[in-house]
Structure formats: structure tokens, C-alpha cells
């Protein structure tokens, strides 16, 4: 039996439904014949604007129902589905909505928005689809503020085994005690940490070995914070891009909202 996921969800119960929706709206454009050039000022042009409206609140709601977990109507990978399903069909609807008529209005302002939001919710997707599994394999079932307190740990450890060490592997040693997880955001986006002080301490640490056995402690000490910081760089570099999207795709779907009203409004107001 095929477990159910994002895209088979009760054998493609909305893949279904938002075909059913494209399909019966694709007849009826192309079936209709308006007395003026297709637009949504027709009949058929208010029921695809009334259908596709009251999708894209349903699909904004979604953003708010999908933190709910306790909720118990429905579940998180059902409505995930109808989610991606459904804003898929959105954009024929939205298309057919309006005639293919776009100019510089409210109108195409908000079937402009509508489509930019669809986009960035299937880049999204993409991420959704693969980084929190990374993120959670990146951090081995732990927290990062777990994983925060392993190193400071190890730094306390690190401490009492340089005492008798002498001055170059106390310097070497407090080098790498304060470098950070990621020095800027350029370094977070690329995951990407240049001349990293734990790394450096390491390497000098495996040179001195040959001549001085007791580093080996503090050699391990630090291949272990190397370990744990990378494990943290990974998460916060796959964390840098779901904010990312998440800044682009918020702000979009809130200005379409604005846009979809001032659009209803100007159109019972001329109507």
C-alpha cells in the first residue's frame, strides 16, 4: 500500500478537484460567447473572479490553519495538498478571470500579485519538499540550543587541558572559542565560513602533535567542536533560505489581499 504525501493524499483527492476546477472553467471560456471581448466584466468573468477571490482567502487562511496542529479538522499533509493543488488552479482561473485583458489598473495589479504569489509558493515548495528534513539530519534529533551547549562544554573543557600547554595554543584556543557560527549573512547564505578559527586550531594542533603527545586531548576537544559547529552552520545556512522565501512570500500574499480588495471594491463601485 502507498502511504499517503503531499502529492498522492487520498489517492490525488485535490489533484482531482483542481482539474475538475480548470477544466470546467477552461469549457466555459472557451464555450462562452460574450457579446464584448472576454474580460471580467462579463458573466462568466464575475463567477471566475468570485471562485478564484474565495480561493485566495482560503489559501491565505491556510497560512494561519497550518500552525494549528491541534486542530482537529482535517490534518497538515491533507491541507498541504489541497494547498498546492488548488493555488496551481488559481492561476488558470485568475488567467480566464481576466480575459487576457491586462492593462495598468487595480485589476491586473491584483491578477499580476496573484501570480507572483503562486510562483514564489512553488519555489517555496521546493524547499518545504526537502530542507526541513536537512535541517532536522543536520542537527541529529537535537535542538540547536542543545547543540549550543555541547560547544560551550567542550570550551569549558578546553580551557583546563591548554593550563600547561603554553602560550601559542592559548592563543590558537581562544581564536576558536570565538568564532561564531557564521561571521555575516553573506557567510550564511553560501554556508560558507572563510579562515575559521576552529578549523585553524585543529590544523596547527595536528602539526604540534608529532612533537608534543599531550595535545592530543585538546586536538579532540576541538575536532568535536568543529563537528558540532558545522552541524549548526548546515541548519542556520538551510534556515537563511526558508526566511528568505518566507520574507518574499508573506509580503506578497498580504499585498495581494490589499489588492484583491481595492479590485472588488472598484468593481461594485462602477459596476
Known sequence: MIQDNLFNYKRFVFLKWALLLTLISSFAYLFDQPRINANG???????????????????????????????????????????IYLGLALSVVATLHTGFQIGWNVHSLAYVLTMATIGTGVWGLSFYLRYPTEMSNALNRQSPEQIVEQIQTLDREAQKQIKNSGDMVGRIIADSHK???????????????????????????????????????????QVQRLRALKQLRRYYHLRYWLELWLSVHVPLSFGLLAALIAHVLSVFIYW
Request: with cysteine; hydrophobic share 35%; charged share 20%.
Open 41 to 83: 466584466g462579463t458573466w462568466l468573468g464575475y463567477t471566475l473572479g468570485t471562485i478564484g477571490a474565495l480561493l485566495i482567502l482560503w489559501l491565505m487562511w491556510f497560512g494561519v490553519r497550518k500552525r494549528q496542529y491541534a486542530n482537529e479538522t482535517g490534518n497538515l499533509r491533507g491541507w498541504v495538498s489541497a494547498h
Open 179 to 221: 568564532q561564531a557560527i557564521y561571521p555575516d549573512r553573506r557567510s550564511q547564505r553560501k554556508g560558507i565560513v572563510k579562515n575559521c578559527a576552529t578549523e585553524k586550531a585543529i590544523e596547527y594542533l595536528q602539526q604540534e602533535m608529532t612533537r608534543v603527545d599531550s595535545l592530543s586531548d585538546i586536538y579532540k576537544n
